[in-house]
């Protein structure tokens, strides 16, 4: 949450090229034999990243609107609460939604990379 707060834009690109441009390079690798083998873990891990960074932009969007520095019960309910409301929107909501997301999506997969080169 911490690095969301600094960092809003960045995260949002980072969300913009892991949500956009990981799957296109994955649908690329997918078309060998070889690629596939890597494409189909790629995929899943895509996932659960895309899970995580939605939990992580109800989260924020709750604490944004409490005012709140500190991450608990209320900002996730408020959060909810929030991106209900345009998500009952056809399509303004889905836009404002994956919007959203992608600020959520670019912190863990800015962590997740930065972990990755750590090792």
């Known amino acids: 949450m911490s690095q969301l707060r600094v960092d809003p834009i960045g995260s949002f690109f980072w969300g913009l090229l892991t949500a956009i441009g990981v799957p296109i390079a994955l649908a690329l690798l997918a078309v060998t034999i070889i690629g596939l083998v890597v494409a189909i873990p790629g995929f899943i891990l895509l996932a659960i990243v895309g899970l995580v960074g939605s939990a992580v932009s109800v989260v924020w969007v709750g604490s944004l609107a409490l005012g709140d520095e500190e991450v608990g019960g209320k900002a996730v309910v408020v959060g909810a609460l929030l991106l209900a ?35």
């Open 85 to 119: 409301v345009p998500a009952s929107i056809s399509v303004l909501g889905d836009l404002v939604t994956t919007l959203v997301g992608f600020f959520g999506t670019g912190v863990v997969a800015r962590r997740l990379y930065a972990a990755w080169q750590d090792d």
